[in-house]
């Protein structure tokens, strides 16, 4: 079996052939019919070309060869290679350590289940100004019992408990919360279990708790027969019965203990009416929207203003997603901050750029002779493109390295209190759109200088090369001085020569 290319040379011989012998046949002598069928045939070079260039894996072939090419452009310019991707380094990192930040606190769902319906409600005051002041235990009793919108509703609120019985005593963070706040976050204990609804039906009655994960391994040791053991906050023994999954430390984001909401008050409290300050947590049933909720909360107090003026007058109900009570103010001044590294990014990328423009104006000649020795816009485009990607690709693998380091600099720097469920790192999201950006700062950092050399007098780049090579100022006869090659801008589509050599494609 022939092997493709000797195979498709011998179909070209036979056509010139055939093409010969019609021209005998006409009364032509041999050594001229030979000579008009090579004539009327064409290009035999160009055809091998044209098939080489349909192969299915040359522009493969073609994309390892500028890569290799670029790769020793940068050796030789060691200097202006380390400057570029310095320059680009700085600036794919900050923009890839900022997104990551971004990411975690904006872009990702918070660590519950369904976190879209989750609300929290607030009971204010509509006086002059409107002030949040919470709940009242009637008022949550009511919400709770005679609402259309919600699943599940259930109170929580912030405490802090004196942990005694150990030396020395000391103060740590807690919560008050229905049975109903663990499922409704579609949290699971790693241990024994959580509230049951009969444990929170009287006040200070049933005292029972659930340690978060950290103050079980750092009071306890991790011991795995820690429910049926007994805690001491402020003074009283608390039944534990469950410890809560790892990371998770409740709303209010420094817990590390809860007992039933019961546990709270004494009976006044949760009989009196016009004692507030908690507030609740509810799941909106599917397909309600918060609009409609707050609607229907906005009737029910008018409902309780009127049977209880003493106690409601002027009293609301303030829907708020849970999402916006966690992350408050955060997503303005870190969408600034991502703008403004954008920005630090477009600056880097525009001096490298000048660099690149400055380098331009000692390779006309180069790319001059590629375009005079047959190359086409195309080719020189893709190889000028392979060059940027090449400078690219080595500062955004070093803004990775900076900004793995520069994430935990700024977490730890930042003004803002970031939640403990965000933990910015460089996954997978992040990874592409560090990729998506560099693509497109390869992309200009390609295009610019082959604009600015398609542009120029390549007549004049090759006038001056034949001056100093030969002595003589005459200009080579295919080209007419202040004009580009073959009279028109390199990159224009009607400059491609109609074959290619293979110097031109290294």
């Given at each position: 079996m022939l092997h493709p290319d000797r195979e498709f040379d011998d179909e070209i011989q036979t056509h010139i052939r055939l093409l010969a012998e019609r021209y005998r046949t006409q009364g032509v002598p041999p050594d001229e019919a030979w000579s008009a069928a090579r004539r009327q045939f064409g290009n035999c070079t160009a055809l091998k070309e044209v098939r080489y260039e349909m192969q299915p894996l040359v522009w493969l072939e073609t994309l390892l060869q500028d890569l290799r090419y670029g790769i020793r452009v940068l050796a030789k310019n060691r200097g202006f290679a380390l400057v570029a991707i310095l320059t680009l380094a700085l600036g794919i990192g900050a923009n890839t350590a900022i997104f990551s930040v971004v990411d975690a606190a904006i872009l990702r769902p918070l660590p519950y289940r369904d976190p879209g319906r989750l609300v929290v409600l607030w009971g204010n005051v509509?006086?002059?100004?409107?002030?949040?002041?919470?709940?009242?235990?009637?008022?949550?009793?009511?919400?709770?019992?005679?609402?259309?919108?919600?699943?599940?509703?259930?109170?929580?609120?912030?405490?802090?408990?004196?942990?005694?019985?150990?030396?020395?005593?000391?103060?740590?963070?807690?919560?008050?919360?229905?049975?109903?706040?663990?499922?409704?976050?579609?949290?699971?204990?790693?241990?024994?279990?959580?509230?049951?609804?009969?444990?929170?039906?009287?006040?200070?009655?049933?005292?029972?708790?659930?340690?978060?994960?950290?103050?079980?391994?750092?009071?306890?040791?991790?011991?795995?027969?820690?429910?049926?053991?007994?805690?001491?906050?402020?003074?009283?023994?608390?039944?534990?019965?469950?410890?809560?999954?790892?990371?998770?430390?409740?709303?209010?984001?420094?817990?590390?203990?809860?007992?039933?909401?019961?546990?709270?008050?004494?009976?006044?409290?949760?009989?009196?009416?016009?004692?507030?300050?908690?507030?609740?947590?509810?799941?909106?049933?599917?397909?309600?929207?918060?609009?409609?909720?707050?609607?229907?909360?906005?009737?029910?107090?008018?409902?309780?203003?009127?049977?209880?003026?003493?106690?409601?007058?002027?009293?609301?109900?303030?829907?708020?997603?849970?999402?916006?009570?966690?992350?408050?103010?955060?997503?303005?001044?870190?969408?600034?901050?991502?703008?403004?590294?954008?920005?630090?990014?477009?600056?880097?990328?525009?001096?490298?750029?000048?660099?690149?423009?400055?380098?331009?104006?000692?390779?006309?000649?180069?790319?001059?002779?590629?375009?005079?020795?047959?190359?086409?816009?195309?080719?020189?485009?893709?190889?000028?493109?392979?060059?940027?990607?090449?400078?690219?690709?080595?500062?955004?693998?070093?803004?990775?390295?900076?900004?793995?380091?520069?994430?935990?600099a700024l977490m730890a720097a930042s003004p803002l209190r970031f939640p403990s469920t965000v933990h910015p790192a460089i996954d997978t999201g992040v990874v592409l759109f560090t990729m998506l950006v560099c693509g497109a700062v390869a992309l200009a950092l390609g295009v610019a200088p082959a604009i600015q050399i398609g542009c120029a007098s390549f007549a004049e780049a090759l006038k001056q090369s034949g001056a100093r090579s030969t002595g003589s100022r005459r200009a080579p006869r295919f080209v007419r001085a202040g004009r580009p090659v073959f009279g028109m801008p390199w990159w224009s589509p009607k400059s491609r020569s109609p074959c290619c050599c293979s110097s031109a494609r290294a």
């Open positions: 509509k006086r002059i100004r409107v002030e949040r002041r919470g709940a009242s235990y009637p008022d949550y009793r009511d919400w709770r019992d005679q609402n259309l919108s919600f699943q599940t509703m259930a109170a929580f609120d912030d405490n802090q408990f004196a942990l005694t019985g150990i030396v020395p005593p000391e103060r740590i963070a807690g919560e008050c919360v229905s049975p109903a706040y663990f499922s409704l976050l579609g949290v699971r204990p790693v241990v024994g279990r959580f509230f049951l609804p009969e444990e929170d039906l009287v006040p200070q009655r049933d005292a029972v708790a659930v340690l978060s994960d950290g103050a079980w391994k750092r009071r306890f040791g991790g011991d795995p027969a820690i429910v049926g053991r007994t805690l001491q906050l402020d003074g009283r023994n608390y039944n534990i019965v469950g410890v809560a999954p790892p990371g998770f430390q409740g709303l209010t984001d420094q817990a590390e203990v809860w007992v039933p909401f019961q546990m709270a008050g004494d009976p006044e409290f949760f009989n009196n009416r016009g004692t507030r300050g908690f507030r609740a947590l509810a799941r909106l049933k599917p397909g309600v929207p918060l609009s409609q909720a707050q609607a229907e909360m906005d009737a029910l107090s008018i409902r309780l203003a009127r049977a209880y003026p003493d106690t409601n007058e002027a009293r609301g109900v303030e829907l708020s997603p849970l999402e916006q009570e966690i992350f408050g103010d955060l997503r303005q001044p870190l969408l600034i901050l991502l703008a403004a590294v954008g920005f630090v990014l477009l600056i880097s990328s525009t001096n490298v750029a000048n660099l690149l423009l400055a380098r331009s104006d000692a390779r006309r000649h180069e790319v001059a002779m590629r375009i005079a020795l047959g190359a086409g816009s195309g080719r020189i485009l893709r190889q000028l493109l392979a060059e940027s990607a090449v400078l690219v690709g080595c500062g955004c693998a070093a803004g990775l390295a900076l900004a793995r380091y520069g994430i935990q």
